[in-house]
């Protein structure tokens, strides 16, 4: 499955979406679980495994560390032996490090196995900053040695093991709750990781990572306590379904008033995803297969949507729905009813509003009659028009805008929002004093009557970014 920069998709639009669709395991977990492979010297498998780039990837940088892995991706099941693990070449490790952030998570597995990993530069989506902080910190408090000054990336060394730690994430960050979990299950004594990311996807590797032998405990306060076990085994695991992809098909077919039934979709992953479909008038129907979506007809209803955490609203589904908002006529229509709704507030990430703005362009490419929002403009009618497509990768879970802002405003007192990049604020009054950094979402001050009980919040900007 190699990149081709030539690739280009052809879409004749105009029509409804309606059929059947299977969606596979979430991409967010399998490369995760195949990561955690290296922490046994004996043979794992995956089943449910979709059949993307992101799969390669992760099974070329296993190879290039000794690791035997078999893709079938017409069956969905990936095959790995762990039996060997080696140090990769420096050099081979280098031209893949800029596909992904994935090496990252291979520092723990690697250190109980070799005593000493190699990370290379990190490459990633382009979602906005996403240092490794939280990962190497971690590290350091599990006993690691971290040696930046390397001239081709990070060195990794535990000199004496990795032991148990009290680790506090001051954001629930994905990845660095992946790392700590990774490093933990085999170091000495215990390990205490509060203020932990809890995503279903992190829920299914501490699944994988029981099955393998290690001993992993989840408070309700975010709070992972994990023992530490002499050696762990191979698994077999069977990934949860992904629940970005449900989504999409979702909004695929309320933007094109289709009809979808999603096979493998499931209720329990979705719950916040299914409240907003449902008030922005969309019909859903859940059964023990899947999940059927569709467009009841008549005009949908404006919805504040803000981005958050899990249990909060997926940043990865605001997309795909915004995208409904902008087929001929709707726009007008909710702009009309409501100037300050819908809003897909940005809480995670600051860059990934660049993958809305580009449908926005696609709009205002295919026309404008000045009778509507002058952000996105309702299209005339049907135009074929070139724009490139921004893809999130698998590998981006360390989701802040700015760490020291993150930390700093989590604090008790006054709640906080982050407003969108404060280009073109020119017809925007902020609430409250904001922080003025070009290109920066900014921090504004909730007065507090705004945060009393049943007090309701509209956003005042009705989509992200500014005029393109």
Not at 159 to 178: C, D, F, M, Q, R
Not at 388 to 409: E, G, K, N, S, W
Request: glycine content about 10%; aromatic content about 4%; hydrophobic content about 40%.
């Amino acid at each position: 499955m190699a990149e081709n920069p030539d690739d280009v998709l052809h879409v004749e639009g105009g029509k409804p979406l309606n059929g059947t669709i299977k969606v596979r395991g979430a991409k967010n977990f399998v490369s995760k679980a195949m990561v955690a492979a290296l922490l046994a010297p004996g043979k794992s498998v995956l089943k449910n495994v979709p059949e993307i780039r992101d799969v390669h990837v992760v099974s070329d940088l296993l190879r290039l560390h000794g690791v035997d892995v078999d893709v079938d991706g017409a069956n969905g099941i990936v095959t790995i032996d762990a039996s060997r693990v080696q140090l990769a070449d420096v050099a081979d490790v280098d031209t893949l490090s800029g596909s992904s952030r994935i090496p990252i998570l291979f520092s723990g597995p690697l250190v109980h196995r070799l005593g000493e990993a190699f990370i290379p530069a990190l490459g990633g989506c382009a979602i906005g900053g996403r240092p490794i902080d939280f990962h190497l910190e971690t590290l350091r408090k599990l006993g690691a040695t971290v040696d930046k000054e390397h001239k081709d990336g990070i060195h990794i060394t535990a000199p004496n093991g990795l032991h148990g730690a009290k680790i506090h994430l001051p954001y629930p960050s994905v990845g660095a709750t992946e790392q700590t979990l990774l490093a933990a299950v085999l170091a000495e004594g215990k390990t205490e990781l509060s203020g932990a990311a809890t995503e279903p996807e992190i829920m299914d590797l501490v699944c994988v990572l029981q099955k393998m032998g290690a001993i992993i405990s989840v408070d309700v306060d975010r709070t992972f306590r994990i023992e530490g076990v002499k050696e762990l085994q191979g698994y077999t695991h069977t990934s949860l379904t992904d629940r970005i992809e449900a989504a999409s098909w979702a909004s695929a077919a309320l933007a094109t008033h289709g009809d979808i039934f999603v096979k493998g979709a499931t209720q329990p992953e979705m719950i916040t995803f299914l409240n907003v479909f449902r008030k922005v008038g969309g019909k859903f129907e859940v059964t023990d297969k899947g999940i059927r979506f569709w467009h009841p007809g008549g005009d949908l209803k404006p919805v504040a949507i803000e981005t958050d955490v899990h249990p909060g609203f997926m940043t990865d589904w605001q997309q795909p729905l915004v995208v409904q908002f902008l087929a001929p006529g709707v726009l007008g229509r909710l702009a009309a009813a409501a100037r300050g709704g819908p809003d897909p507030g940005q809480r995670p990430v600051d860059r990934a509003r660049d993958r809305v703005r580009e449908p926005f362009r696609l709009h205002q490419a295919a026309g404008r009659d000045g009778c509507h929002h002058p952000v996105v403009p309702r299209v005339p009618g049907l135009a074929a028009v070139p724009f490139p497509a921004v893809q999130l990768q698998a590998f981006r879970r360390d989701l802040r805008t700015d760490p020291a802002d993150r930390t700093r405003h989590r604090r008790a007192g006054p709640a906080w929002w982050v407003q969108p990049s404060d280009r073109g604020l020119g017809r925007v009054r902020p609430l409250g004093r904001a922080r003025h950094q070009p290109d920066r979402p900014r921090l504004c001050r909730l007065p507090r009557q705004t945060r009393s009980v049943g007090c309701r919040l509209r956003l005042i900007r009705p989509f992200l970014g500014s005029p393109l």
